[in-house]
């Protein structure tokens, strides 16, 4: 019994610890905030989380050289269940590590160095299928029409509401995630394209064309019997159900190798 009592203290003594652990101090120091346990597994640079994320949880980067507006930033993201990664400079967010996941940009106007139309001119090569979200505290109709025309997905002037912020991003994110999920087909139809051998892609090219076997047997100089079971090996290769579904499948990929002898 004094066992089974020592050990429920022991119990609870672990609770409290644990609990002590995960209690932080706001800024102010006026008074504490209670974090998650999940919260309490995060590792912190410069504001942003840096670890234990979940595997795919859509990032949304910021760039803003007010360390204040940095912090609330990464609290309303935070909470609305994306992953906030936050930089000072433009220069700090083009030596970030890249991620595989959605994602979006939360971009200040005016940045020390290269500025915020800088850095997107930037990206506009780099990283073109990213979503930027511009903010400003000192809008114009110039550098919003100029921001909007280089591709920007939404412009705010600051103070905007959270409300505001988080439509504009949540928006960003599906888009990011499209855009993502697109290029993760296309990597696939390439790879298949690649299992071909040289004599497949020679008989895909003019099967998609509408030829029958027997004229692309003439064309290629080989059997009618052999081109049905090249046209078979494509069928698999290209994991495509039906003669329309490979033709999609050349349509988005472009190009064929020409075929000849």
């Given at each position: 019994?004094?066992?089974?009592?020592?050990?429920?203290?022991?119990?609870?003594?672990?609770r409290?610890?644990?609990?002590?652990?995960?209690?932080?101090?706001?800024?102010?120091?006026s008074?504490?905030?209670?974090t998650?346990?999940?919260?309490?597994?995060?590792?912190?640079?410069?504001?942003?989380?840096?670890?234990?994320?979940?595997?795919?949880?859509?990032?949304?980067?910021?760039?803003?050289?007010?360390?204040?507006?940095?912090?609330?930033?990464?609290?309303l993201?935070?909470?609305?269940?994306?992953?906030?990664?936050?930089?000072?400079?433009?220069?700090e967010?083009?030596?970030?590590?890249?991620?595989?996941?959605?994602?979006?940009?939360?971009?200040?106007?005016?940045?020390?160095?290269?500025?915020?139309?800088?850095?997107?001119?930037c990206?506009?090569?780099?990283?073109?299928?990213?979503?930027?979200?511009?903010?400003?505290?000192?809008?114009?109709v110039?550098?919003?029409?100029?921001?909007m025309?280089?591709?920007?997905?939404?412009?705010?002037?600051?103070?905007?509401?959270?409300?505001?912020?988080?439509?504009?991003?949540?928006?960003?994110?599906?888009?990011?995630?499209?855009?993502?999920d697109?290029?993760?087909k296309?990597?696939?139809?390439?790879d298949?394209?690649?299992?071909l051998?040289?004599?497949?892609q020679?008989?895909?090219?003019?099967?998609?064309?509408?030829?029958?076997?027997?004229?692309?047997?003439?064309?290629?100089?080989?059997?009618?019997?052999?081109?049905?079971?090249?046209?078979?090996?494509?069928?698999?290769?290209?994991?495509?159900?039906?003669?329309?579904?490979?033709?999609?499948?050349?349509?988005?990929?472009?190009?064929l190798p020409?075929?000849?002898?």
């Amino acid at each position: 019994m004094t066992q089974g009592l020592n050990r429920e203290t022991v119990a609870d003594r672990s609770r409290n610890v644990e609990l002590s652990t995960i209690r932080r101090v706001v800024p102010n120091g006026s008074m504490p905030l209670i974090t998650t346990r999940m919260d309490a597994g995060l590792a912190r640079r410069d504001g942003a989380a840096t670890s234990a994320e979940p595997p795919g949880r859509p990032v949304v980067f910021v760039v803003d050289d007010d360390v204040s507006m940095r912090e609330s930033l990464e609290l309303l993201i935070c909470n609305a269940g994306w992953q906030p990664k936050t930089f000072e400079t433009a220069q700090e967010f083009l030596c970030r590590e890249r991620v595989l996941v959605p994602s979006c940009l939360v971009l200040d106007v005016m940045l020390p160095g290269l500025n915020g139309l800088d850095l997107q001119r930037c990206l506009a090569v780099d990283c073109k299928d990213m979503p930027i979200i511009f903010v400003t505290g000192h809008a114009d109709v110039p550098t919003t029409v100029q921001a909007m025309k280089a591709g920007a997905f939404d412009f705010l002037v600051k103070p905007f509401c959270d409300d505001a912020l988080l439509s504009a991003v949540r928006k960003a994110i599906e888009r990011s995630r499209t855009a993502l999920d697109r290029d993760t087909k296309m990597r696939e139809l390439r790879d298949c394209l690649a299992s071909l051998s040289r004599r497949e892609q020679e008989v895909m090219t003019l099967v998609v064309t509408g030829l029958l076997n027997k004229q692309i047997g003439h064309q290629l100089g080989i059997s009618e019997i052999t081109v049905k079971a090249h046209r078979g090996q494509v069928m698999r290769k290209m994991k495509a159900g039906s003669f329309a579904d490979l033709v999609k499948m050349s349509m988005k990929l472009g190009s064929l190798p020409a075929a000849g002898a």
